[in-house]
């Protein structure tokens, strides 16, 4: 695929991570900045703005350090190669939607699930649309990314889309399940998280795409403090 080995290394498994560590996020300031006008090699694919929900953003936005290590990641890539964004500042009229979507969606493949058991899927996979300012959801902050790779214009297969709600979407899934035929599959998955990681970015575990720096997903794997807290743009 034209890598270093080392993008080729095998996910670790998710860490054992402390919330109750985190203090609330010390906003720096750091201006939101659209990541597109850095690198001809990031993309916007506005994945929300497409299904029509409300909230949607048209333009990516982002943080600058975040911006700026995305681009330092996409001149990593070699030609033909791009990083196509799904999603970044998540506005709460989206959050909203979001919720409300994947909410009826549960419900619907898991007839026999429990309002709990509802929740705690809802909870793995998306943020509740509450404004909260000590622990502000990853996309109000404007320190997380949702993104792929892509190749001569067509994003690689990751073994499930984008926004998939089974265990299948877990960034090291396979690593520890690989069916025959997906190895294609588990290497994008891997020149993804080497890539994102080696420019200072973590991933959530649970989801593949998901990519943060400076928030408190970031900080919790770093054992800094975060610097990006709740986005104003984000009550527009």
Known sequence: MGFPRDFLAPIPPAPAENWDRVPPPAE???PLVDPTTLSLRITYGAAYLCQGLPG???QCLVRRGLALRLAQAAEKLPEGWSLLIFDG???MRLQQALYDQFREVVIRERLQASPAEIEMVLDTFVAKPVKRRNRPAPHTTGGAVDLTLSKNGTALDMG???DDLTAMAHTDWLERSCPPGQEDCRDARR???NLM????LVNYPCEWWHYAYGERQWAVRTGKSPFYGYCKECDE
């Open 28 to 30: 720096n300031g750091d």
């Open 56 to 58: 949607a953003l048209g």
């Open 89 to 91: 500042l998540r506005t």
């Open 160 to 162: 499930t889309g984008f």
């Open 191 to 193: 020149i993804l998280y």
């Open 197 to 200: 990681t080696s420019v200072g």
